[in-house]
């Protein structure tokens, strides 16, 4: 849609399908209300779920900006089924930071509710611009009251981790906690949405349990409560992936590498890497500056009887800046120097720019693998 502050915005296809549902519901509203405006009520309903969506947008750029005034990079914004989302790449350093981070959006949302109503006194309450004003008020609030909810990944559950981190002094003290409340609130929206509503505590006529609408609202209720039990499942892991995330060292994952020169036959360099003990070759120019990497793949599609006569040249990919990894990287440093420039292979170096090895980006999803799976401290 754009990149407002430099961050792009993207709209998933299942907004879509929410457009169309929202403007189905609230067109039958407006026939209700405002009984004159016949077929032209979907095409206000219409407007007020494009409204409606620009406000969530608000509500994620507030997010953008405090985390780019916290210095953290933001990889995009997605406007998607329920809501959007802000893809932070990187921690908040304090909880509060994080707590801030989490509050602003909510925040932006009561701001947006409060302005609508203002602008709701201002005009006739039974006419267009009335009612999509207070229809705008009204799911403002739902926005922000759904998203102050304690439980994780909802903005409340990463307040409640932000003052748990705080008072323990522990970040994945933090994420469990919120995390495990985030799961409980999806019970609890799952089983007692729909009683809520055929009770009559939400404001509507009881109703007998049973017919259409009691099936909507049970799926109405299952859909936000695997939402929230996914996305604290996810939280959970992330946490454990970012707590062994300094265990990624570009010199243990390294494999060692000897030079070659262009015109070397594959069998010749195959053969000194075994004596060598290195698993990676490396091709270099008369000066023996390294120039490009024999990938590993290419190595494997070539039959051994046809070896002697290959040149490794032949095998190689040329090297770019982005593929030069300083041994020293470590954590999400050297996952952000990989992303910044994807390839299968990297030439590992010295300070002094030494050859030091090659590291495959599947050593490096096997070390995510083994992070994921260890318990965490």
Same mark, same amino acid.
């Given at each position: 849609?754009?990149?407002? !502050? ?14 169309? #549902? ?29 409204? !409606? ?15 780019? @005034? ?10 998607? !089924? ?37 602008? &709701? ?37 990463? &307040? ?11 970040? &994945? ?22 009683? #809520? ?14 017919? &259409? ?5 049970? #799926? ?51 053969? @000194? ?21 024999? @990938? ?37 440093? #050297? ?32 070390? !995510? ?9």
């Amino acid at each position: 849609m754009g990149r407002p !502050f430099g961050v792009p915005v993207y709209v998933s296809p299942s907004w879509f399908l929410v457009a169309a #549902l929202i403007t189905w519901v609230f067109g039958d509203q407006l026939d209700r209300i405002l009984p004159d405006l016949g077929p032209a009520r979907y095409l206000v309903s219409l407007f007020f779920a494009v409204a !409606f969506y620009a406000s969530v947008l608000v509500h994620e750029l507030a997010h953008t900006l405090a985390a780019l @005034r916290f210095k953290l990079p933001v990889r995009r914004i997605q406007l998607q !089924f329920f809501g959007g989302v802000s893809e932070i790449e990187k921690e908040s350093e304090t909880p509060g930071r994080e707590f801030v981070l989490a509050f602003v959006g909510p925040l932006l949302s009561l701001v947006l509710a409060g302005a609508f109503y203002l602008g &709701m006194k201002a005009v006739d309450p039974a006419t267009v611009p009335g009612v999509l004003l207070a229809g705008l008020m009204i799911s403002n609030l739902l926005v922000a009251a759904f998203n102050l909810l304690p439980g994780l990944p909802l903005d409340g559950g990463r &307040m409640l981790r932000a003052v748990i981190w705080g008072i323990t002094g522990t970040p &994945m003290t933090g994420t469990i906690a919120a995390a495990w409340v985030g799961r409980g609130l999806a019970v609890a929206i799952l089983l007692g949405l729909p009683l #809520l509503t055929h009770t009559g505590v939400l404001g509507n006529p009881a109703q007998e349990i049973g017919g &259409m609408d009691t099936v909507m609202d049970a #799926l109405l209720a299952a859909i936000l409560a695997a939402i929230i039990w996914t996305g604290a499942g996810n939280s959970l892991r992330m946490a454990r992936l970012r707590e062994h995330l300094p265990e990624l060292r570009a010199r243990t994952l390294t494999r060692r590498a000897i030079p070659v020169e262009n015109t070397t036959p594959l069998s010749e360099a195959l053969r @000194r890497a075994n004596e060598a003990g290195a698993r990676a070759l490396v091709v270099v120019d008369g000066q023996g500056d390294p120039t490009a990497i024999v @990938r590993e793949t290419a190595i494997a599609s070539v039959p051994e009887h046809r070896r002697p006569w290959v040149a490794v040249s032949t095998l190689a990919q040329d090297l770019t800046d982005g593929m030069r990894v300083p041994a020293e990287l470590t954590g999400e440093d #050297l996952l952000d120097h990989l992303r910044a420039t994807p390839a299968t292979e990297y030439l590992v170096v010295e300070n002094a720019g030494e050859i030091y090895g090659v590291l495959s980006t599947q050593d490096v999803e096997k070390a !995510f693998v083994k992070a994921m799976a260890r318990p965490h401290s």
